[in-house]
């Protein structure tokens, strides 16, 4: 029904109702018929004049109440027009609702409702200040990151036998080696163990001492003889070390290293037995060098092998800290053979790298105190007499 049309049917309704009870009471003929006007009254939702409702009018009947009546009525019935007209017509638009919209959400979103955004209102307000981004950081792809290290591969054709060495050796090495060194560790002071370690350092020095000869180093090998004079008198046989104190550098040289520096600069890897990492070019190395070790000058068995076995000992204690890094490689035999090769590389080119500002070691594979197992640590070697 459309308003106009309920709005007629009030108005007659409630202009019946007044003369009803007067009727009731003085049983009298009903009034004459009244005569009916039109009255225009505007529709405000329209926009323009129509006609909405016809009232009708008694104009025999001046009674002052009824006519209140039917003014209140009227009144009424044009009140309930206007709110109809308000529910079922849409508010017309606003000059500003043409333009952009002020409540649309942020580019890249599609409402503000939180449904169809998977955005925190935090992270809304944050866009909508700064302005979207346009992705996430990539730091593989940063631009100002600098080159990265250009390390060269390990020479390893004989990777095959090298892993099942490998494999071996880590078997000795967690059923022997590591519980013997964590014992000492545990049970040995740290001072006491300090000083095996100067101890046996410092009977390597002679042999530093003629390699770096050897590779044209006189103030690096005058340096390793001072070091082994001085720890030896003020040093009580080497278990204290005053050659730190006096400034002197402590740089280990070996004839593998001589044979880099003389031009063998590339060599096979290989692991060997017990002792572990090497190359061809180090194994012929560690067989010239063993003969002119200190310890191995000791005649008596019984005092050369248990010096040696404790020289393994605090060699294995002293590389414990790398175990965790071990234990936790993806793959353990190319991470010790990569760190390995790296840092023999560096000992052997170390003072070209470090001139030339190419130096790409980490700091614990540039420390040139960081051990591995040295010939003269064996009980029998090729090179000893029958």
């Known amino acids: 029904m459309r308003p106009h049309a309920l709005t007629l049917a009030l108005g007659l309704t409630l202009a019946a109702l007044p ?11 009903p009034a004459p018929a009244a005569e009916v006007q039109t009255v225009e009254l505007a529709d405000p939702g329209s926009g323009h004049d129509a006609p909405i409702a016809a009232v009708a009018a008694a104009p025999v009947q001046t009674d002052s109440a009824r006519a209140l009546a039917m003014a209140d009525s009227a009144a009424v019935a044009a009140g309930e027009s206007a709110a109809a ?10 000059p500003a609702a043409a333009g952009t919209d002020s409540n649309a959400p942020p580019p890249g979103t599609t409402g503000t409702t939180g449904t169809d955004d998977p955005r925190t209102d935090a992270e809304r307000d944050f866009d909508e200040i700064y302005g979207v981004q346009p992705q996430e950081y ?3 792809a940063d631009p100002t990151l600098p080159a990265p290290a250009n390390v060269p591969g390990a ?14 050796n880590m078997a000795v090495d967690r059923g022997i080696a590591r519980p013997l060194a964590r014992a000492y560790s545990k049970v040995v002071p740290r001072p ?49 070390d005053p050659a730190s104190d006096a400034k002197l550098p402590n740089r280990s ?8 520096v003389w031009g063998w600069k590339r060599s096979r890897y290989v692991e060997l037995p017990f002792f572990g990492p090497r190359t061809v070019r180090d194994s012929f190395g560690a067989l010239a060098d063993a003969p002119l070790s200190p310890l191995r000058q000791v005649e008596r068995d019984r005092i050369r092998i248990p010096l040696q076995g404790l020289q393994l000992v605090d060699v294995r204690a002293q590389l414990l800290p790398l175990d965790s890094l071990r234990d936790g490689a ?17 000992q052997i080119f170390g003072d070209r790298m470090d001139k030339n500002g190419d130096s790409q070691l ?25």
Request: avoid cysteine; proline fraction near 9%; charged fraction near 20%.
């Open 19 to 29: 003369a009803a009870p007067a009727f009731a009471q003085s049983g009298a003929d």
């Open 85 to 94: 007209a308000e529910q079922t017509e849409p508010a017309a638009p606003t």
């Open 138 to 140: 990539d730091p593989v």
């Open 155 to 168: 020479y390893d054709p004989w990777e095959r036998y090298n892993r099942k060495m490998h494999r071996f």
């Open 192 to 240: 006491i163990r300090l000083g095996v370690s100067n101890f046996f350092n410092n009977l390597g020095q002679p042999v530093s001492a003629l390699n770096a000869l050897l590779q044209g180093k006189p103030k690096q090998a005058a340096q390793s003889l001072g070091r082994f004079a001085l720890n030896t008198t003020l040093g009580i046989g080497g278990i204290f």
């Open 253 to 260: 040289e070996d004839f593998g290293q001589t044979l880099g």
């Open 330 to 346: 993806e793959d353990e035999y190319a991470l010790v053979r990569d760190s390995w090769m790296q840092r023999r590389d560096y």
């Open 362 to 386: 980490p700091e614990y594979l540039q420390d040139d105190s960081n051990p591995s197992v040295p010939a003269d640590a064996m009980p029998v070697m090729p090179t000893d007499g029958t």
